[in-house]
């Protein structure tokens, strides 16, 4: 799988927007943008993900740039909540051993009062 | 609908005693995937189940450590003769087959703490 590089940390106001990139300039053509974040003393948590087209759900919309160099998950609006380790990851989906999950150190998000 | 399920949420044992830790997938997950991750540390792969059968145990650190899968649902991950470097939180974590690769779905995890 490409690597990624990640701010180590970030900080945002509650209520406004989270904006957290992702640098990934060696990803090959199959494979896709994943975000997981992991919430203090609880599991990580699937976000979103996508392959070239901008993505939105409901938590969050996922941005990745036309040479798919890089990506940023979105958070429109923060809330405390939202304070965790956000994890940016790139790999092919299904086949293979690809379903071993391997997280970098991620951007530790605390969003502010 | 109910995400997955972990039991018991904190284990406190004593070197050398057998542990049993359960997880209940997402209804209708094929896969199913078992990590651990020590304090600080990353995602530690153990096993990964599609079914019943367990086409990668690569993972486990040892002969102490063994899981099993029956029905194509629960699954029981179990340390014999446990040691203080067992400590840690153990994850459990499914998917639909199709999307084996990716969208992961975890569990509130175990915590293991060996005495």
């Known amino acids: 799988d490409a690597k990624t590089t990640q701010p180590t940390s970030m900080d945002c106001a509650e209520g406004r927007a989270a904006n957290l990139p992702c640098n990934h300039s060696t990803i090959s053509g199959n494979e896709y943008v994943y975000w997981y974040r992991q919430i203090h003393s609880q599991g990580p948590q699937y976000i979103i993900h996508?392959?070239?087209n901008n993505e939105t759900n409901e938590m969050a919309s996922l941005i990745i740039t036309e040479d798919r160099k890089s990506s940023t998950l979105i958070l429109p609006h923060a809330t405390l909540r939202d304070t965790a380790v956000y994890y940016c990851i790139v790999r092919v989906e299904g086949g293979g051993s690809n379903y071993k999950l391997t997280f970098g150190k991620g951007t530790l998000l605390t969003v502010n009062p | 609908g109910a995400g997955v399920s972990q039991s018991p949420s904190n284990k406190v044992t004593e070197k050398g005693k057998d542990v049993e830790l359960r997880c209940d997938p997402i209804s209708g997950h094929t896969a199913l995937y078992w990590y651990r991750q020590s304090l600080g540390q990353g995602l530690e792969f153990l096993i990964y189940f599609q079914g019943n059968s367990a086409p990668d145990k690569s993972g486990l650190p040892s002969d102490r450590f063994s899981a099993e899968r029956t029905g194509g649902s629960v699954s029981t991950l179990t340390i014999q003769r446990t040691q203080q470097e067992d400590s840690a939180v153990y994850l459990c974590?499914?998917?639909?087959?199709?999307?084996?690769?990716?969208?992961?779905?975890f569990g509130p995890g175990t915590r293991l703490t060996v005495l």
């Open positions: 996508g392959l070239k």
């Open positions: 974590a499914s998917s639909l087959w199709s999307r084996a690769g990716g969208e992961q779905f």
